[in-house]
């Protein structure tokens, strides 16, 4: 027979049959070799030596049947002594696998039929020990679990961020992939043990090609992720810095608002009330001219409602700096000016803002930025889900 044809027949790829051992009616036993451009991949390394060839070793598998006869393959593997450690190994096959003399075809054709029978009866149909059935069945076992941990989908740029959901206060971690702004993975909770599940998920080789992860600045994502993604930077996204300053903002107009209910000043009331909260948290520059008159109106008459737009206007100067040195110089200088405001909300801010200082500076290496607006359709369709009661998947 032709042993380009059977070669073809075969379908192994870079393996070209170059004899037929023997042929019954039963059985087939065909020798086939490598391509010599197929290189050897170093079973214990994973690398190709150029040096250190020790010789070739045969291994015996069976393969699917053809037609009526069962096939043997004789492979030639290639042993090389491993310039890592100095010991000899074979070459590594991807259509084999450690421990068992079939190829991996077989295997998943073994691993079929045991789906939908018993052990005994699959090796009756293939006329295999059912111990040789077992193992083979376990070893596509353990390949699936092991696929199944790393399924978790793992990415190189990351946004982590916390959504409430239902009422009082349940959060959801949230994993996005920003450049595919794809939530990938989520799970109930805040804490870093809810975070160490992703990185856990995806593994210690995954943990370590992530380049950068943008965080809404919660220390316990921080904490987590520098555990396990070593490489990865850190970014306290633009999105949740101004976020933070809003919500310092918000806060001085309540306490503005409950003062003046106290005080009943009612002509503040009006201008403190929350119908009017969106104006406080709007880009000065998107402000219609009558909300522009109300806003000047009511920073002429409370001060610290004044001071905290100040202080938000000039926190913006941060991020028109040019580069990280004058940003960090702009963004000093504004702690040092919010620290004196006395607004409770400010100098909070200023203790959070000078520990995550490193972090809002690596905006200025990688302006990533949260998918939360553009993830938003996202997330919805996954609480949705989640809501139904699927499982994440
Ligand atoms: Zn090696």
Same mark, same amino acid.
């Given at each position: 027979?032709?042993?380009?044809?059977?070669?073809?027949?075969? %379908? #192994?790829?870079?393996?070209?049959?170059?004899?037929?051992?023997?042929?019954?009616?039963?059985?087939?036993? @065909?020798?086939?070799?490598?391509?010599?451009?197929?290189?050897?991949?170093? +079973?214990?390394?994973?690398? #190709?030596?150029?040096?250190? $060839?020790?010789?070739?070793?045969?291994?015996?598998?069976?393969?699917?049947?053809?037609?009526?006869?069962?096939?043997?393959?004789?492979?030639?593997?290639?042993?090389?002594?491993?310039?890592?450690?100095?010991?000899?190994?074979?070459?590594?096959?991807?259509?084999?696998?450690?421990?068992?003399?079939?190829?991996?075809?077989?295997? =998943?054709?073994?691993?079929? &039929?045991?789906?939908?029978?018993?052990?005994?009866?699959?090796?009756? $149909?293939?006329?295999?020990?059912?111990?040789?059935?077992?193992?083979?069945?376990?070893?596509?076992?353990?390949?699936?679990?092991?696929?199944? &941990?790393?399924?978790?989908?793992?990415? #190189?740029?990351?946004?982590?961020?916390?959504?409430? /959901?239902?009422?009082?206060?349940?959060? &959801?971690? %949230?994993?996005?992939?920003?450049?595919?702004? @794809?939530?990938?993975?989520?799970?109930?909770? =805040?804490?870093?043990?809810? @975070?160490? *599940?992703?990185?856990?998920?995806?593994?210690?080789?995954?943990?370590?090609?992530?380049? +950068?992860?943008?965080?809404?600045?919660?220390?316990?994502?921080?904490? +987590?992720?520098?555990? $396990?993604?070593?490489?990865?930077?850190?970014?306290?996204?633009?999105?949740?810095?101004?976020?933070?300053?809003?919500?310092?903002?918000?806060?001085?107009?309540?306490?503005?608002?409950?003062?003046?209910?106290?005080?009943?000043?009612?002509?503040?009331?009006?201008?403190?009330?929350?119908?009017? =909260?969106?104006?406080?948290?709007?880009?000065?520059?998107?402000?219609?001219?009558?909300?522009?008159?109300?806003?000047? *109106?009511?920073?002429?008459? %409370?001060?610290?409602? /004044?001071?905290?737009?100040?202080?938000?206007? !000039?926190?913006?100067?941060?991020?028109?700096?040019?580069?990280?040195? !004058?940003?960090?110089?702009?963004?000093?200088?504004? #702690?040092?000016?919010?620290?004196?405001?006395? &607004?409770?909300?400010?100098?909070?801010?200023?203790? *959070?803002?000078?520990? *995550?200082?490193? $972090?809002?500076?690596?905006?200025? =290496?990688?302006?990533?930025?949260?998918?939360?607006?553009?993830?938003?359709?996202?997330?919805?369709?996954?609480?949705?889900?989640?809501?139904?009661?699927?499982? +994440?998947?």
């Amino acid at each position: 027979m032709d042993l380009n044809t059977l070669t073809k027949l075969l %379908n #192994i790829a870079d393996y070209k049959v170059v004899e037929i051992i023997s042929m019954t009616d039963e059985e087939i036993h @065909l020798r086939i070799e490598p391509y010599k451009k197929k290189e050897a991949v170093c +079973s214990g390394c994973g690398e #190709i030596h150029k040096e250190g $060839y020790l010789g070739e070793t045969e291994v015996v598998v069976e393969d699917l049947p053809m037609g009526e006869r069962r096939v043997y393959l004789h492979i030639k593997k290639r042993r090389y002594i491993c310039s890592k450690d100095g010991k000899s190994y074979v070459e590594k096959i991807d259509w084999l696998r450690k421990g068992i003399r079939v190829t991996y075809r077989f295997a =998943r054709h073994v691993n079929r &039929l045991t789906a939908i029978t018993t052990n005994q009866e699959a090796g009756w $149909y293939l006329g295999l020990d059912d111990e040789v059935i077992y193992r083979i069945d376990k070893k596509m076992l353990e390949e699936q679990a092991k696929e199944k &941990l790393t399924s978790i989908p793992s990415a #190189i740029h990351l946004s982590i961020d916390e959504v409430s /959901y239902l009422k009082y206060h349940r959060y &959801l971690t %949230n994993v996005i992939d920003t450049d595919r702004k @794809l939530v990938i993975w989520n799970e109930k909770g =805040r804490k870093s043990e809810v @975070l160490n *599940k992703y990185y856990e998920g995806i593994g210690e080789e995954n943990c370590k090609k992530i380049d +950068s992860v943008a965080i809404d600045g919660a220390k316990h994502y921080i904490s +987590s992720t520098n555990k $396990y993604a070593v490489n990865a930077l850190i970014v306290f996204d633009k999105f949740h810095v101004i976020q933070k300053l809003n919500q310092a903002v918000d806060r001085v107009r309540k306490d503005e608002l409950g003062r003046a209910r106290k005080e009943e000043n009612y002509e503040l009331i009006e201008l403190t009330n929350c119908k009017q =909260r969106f104006i406080l948290l709007k880009n000065k520059k998107n402000l219609s001219e009558k909300q522009q008159e109300y806003l000047e *109106k009511l920073c002429q008459i %409370n001060e610290p409602i /004044y001071k905290a737009m100040l202080l938000k206007e !000039s926190f913006l100067e941060v991020y028109s700096c040019k580069d990280e040195k !004058s940003a960090e110089e702009c963004l000093k200088s504004w #702690i040092s000016q919010a620290f004196k405001s006395s &607004l409770t909300p400010f100098i909070e801010l200023t203790y *959070k803002f000078t520990e *995550k200082m490193r $972090y809002i500076l690596n905006w200025f =290496r990688k302006k990533i930025s949260s998918a939360i607006s553009e993830g938003f359709n996202n997330k919805i369709k996954r609480l949705k889900r989640m809501a139904y009661g699927y499982k +994440s998947d």
